[in-house]
């Protein structure tokens, strides 16, 4: 049974820490997502690659957050320094490019930024 | 005004009742829509997905969508308490920048079923 995992399911941290989240995408999927969710503003993207290249990370807070693919099999996510505003839980998705009904989703980090 | 409009909830039905889920979007260009259902912690999975206007039917779930009103819908037949969860809606216009897999997500509509 495919499936993205995703490391650590919950993090608990100090402001101005740094974190990193973990994404294994499906093998044979191209294209993997990374989301942020709250309450107040739902499910939003803050970047997405394609074939390990960064397609769009217009939607992440350049200063402070940063996102790679170093192989196929492994996508981060970091926050240096991390503020308390990051508390969410972050999603990461995998797919077949330009497919609209690819999209799979991890379990999700849950960070709480003290 | 968000490019996708969704009730919150939370909407409490009786098992066995009818329900209806509703999305409003802003962006005309959009032609892939789906709805998502996420349990408590966990990630959302795809539910429906249809192209485009029409009806599209999957068991009990139904997903309707009036591209002329910029107006989609999910009804659920017979519900069930294990239906209790957060349904969101997404769409996705092919020709942006984003593609077809550039989804704009609702914040989500909050379900409970009681028994």
């Known amino acids: 049974d495919a499936r993205v995992t995703q490391t650590p399911r919950d993090k608990v941290t100090e402001m101005g820490q740094e974190v990193t989240m973990r994404c294994q995408p499906i093998?044979?999927?191209?294209?993997v997502f990374w989301y942020r969710q709250t309450m107040m503003q739902g499910l939003e993207l803050l970047a997405y690659?394609?074939?390990?290249?960064?397609?769009?990370d217009s939607g992440m807070p350049k200063d402070r957050f940063s996102a790679e693919m170093p192989d196929a099999t492994l996508a981060t996510l970091k926050i240096q320094p991390s503020e308390p505003r990051d508390s969410a839980v972050y999603f990461c998705?995998?797919?077949?490019?330009?497919?609209?009904?690819?999209?799979?989703f991890g379990p999700g980090t849950r960070l709480t930024v003290l | 005004q968000k490019e996708v409009e969704q009730d919150p909830g939370p909407l409490s039905v009786p098992e066995g009742a009818i329900v209806s889920l509703n999305c409003t979007y802003s962006n005309s260009a959009f032609q892939y829509f789906m709805w998502y259902r996420q349990y408590s912690r966990k990630g959302p999975e795809l539910l429906m997905y249809?192209?485009?206007?029409g009806n599209k039917e999957d068991g009990r779930f139904t997903a309707q969508v009036d591209k002329s009103s910029k107006y989609i819908s999910l009804f659920i037949r017979d519900s069930q308490p294990s239906d209790s969860a957060t349904y969101l809606c997404a769409m996705s216009d092919p020709y942006s920048g984003g593609g077809a897999d550039g989804l704009t997500f609702g914040k989500g509509t909050h379900l409970i079923i009681q028994p």
């Open positions: 690659f394609r074939n390990r290249a960064p397609l769009d």
């Open positions: 998705a995998s797919g077949l490019g330009g497919t609209a009904d690819t999209q799979y």
């Open positions: 249809t192209y485009s206007s």
């Open positions: 093998l044979g999927h191209n294209t």
